[in-house]
């Protein structure tokens, strides 16, 4: 199974320690991640410990066309190169590629990210918290309570398959 690594392109240095564990559940389940990995960013520290805690494989969106805004601020140099041809597209390829997704905190890109779970369905068998009705076919997106507090309007969490769970939990339903 696939799990798209979403959150800030800038680290917050006092969620490293609780990054590095997730980064070690997803790895000791024998899971791939899917990053985009801006330097520097929360994608690639959590890529970097995944693969520390011998993760299997990293897969890496990149949009190597991409002429408008380019891609240097991205690590090349991390997993398996998928190129999603330009910056508009890597949220629908993210998703694509991913079979739930874990936000290890808030950010423009990945509200953008979460949004597009709704026209891509579960592929796997993965457990779910929720029990609304239909949610069986939604893509899960995990937001870890104690990297962020905030959740989405009614209305978004009505359309998607938003799980806030903690350290605790994730390990359970993962």
Known sequence: ?????????????????LINKLAEIISKKGYEI???????????????????????KV???IPLEDKEFGFDWVNTEIGEKINCGIWRNQPEKLNEESEALLCIGHSVGGMIEIGYTKWFCRKSKISTLSSKDGEQNKKPVYI????????FPSQIEKELDIQYVSLREFKKVI
């Open 1 to 17: 199974m696939k799990i798209g690594i979403i959150g800030p392109s800038k680290l917050n240095q006092e969620y490293k320690e």
């Open 34 to 56: 899917v990053v985009t990995p801006d330097k520097k960013s929360s994608s690639e520290y959590f890529a970097e410990k995944y693969l520390e805690a011998n993760g299997k």
């Open 59 to 61: 897969f890496s969106i």
């Open 144 to 151: 870890i309570k104690e990297i962020t507090e905030e959740k």
